[in-house]
């Protein structure tokens, strides 16, 4: 079982950064974050995987999120610039292992005009 933290939300301007951290309490095979806007289905926003490769983003925020991990730490961050408003949601760690996906609790991230 691997249990999942998220921190690092919280209110920003539009056109400021955040960093997310992801810390899981044991090695995942990849992890990722997703997101849930109020009303909106959960869609995918950037993955990693730990044993290396090109990260993967969704469209929408490719160019201004960046995904990035630290093995020793067992932790995945998401640096997040340029924020515009359309990026307020609850952003969800994803991670998986030996076929078996753990979410972690959410954190809000809320970016005003």
């Known amino acids: 079982q691997v249990q999942l933290v998220e921190t690092g939300g919280g209110l920003v301007q539009a056109g400021g950064s955040l960093r997310l951290s992801c810390a899981a309490s044991?090695?995942?095979?990849?992890m990722g974050w997703f997101r849930q806007a109020a009303e909106k289905e959960r869609e995918f926003v950037a993955g990693i995987r730990w044993s290396g490769g090109v990260p993967s983003y969704a469209e929408s925020v490719k160019g201004r999120f960046t995904i990035s991990r630290d093995n020793a730490k067992n932790t995945v961050y998401l640096q997040m610039n340029s924020l515009k408003t359309e990026d307020t949601a609850v952003y969800y760690c994803?991670?998986?292992?030996?076929?078996?996906?753990?979410w972690g609790q959410g954190t809000q991230v809320t970016v005003s005009s």
């Open positions: 044991g090695r995942t095979f990849s």
């Open positions: 994803k991670a998986t292992d030996r076929g078996t996906v753990y």
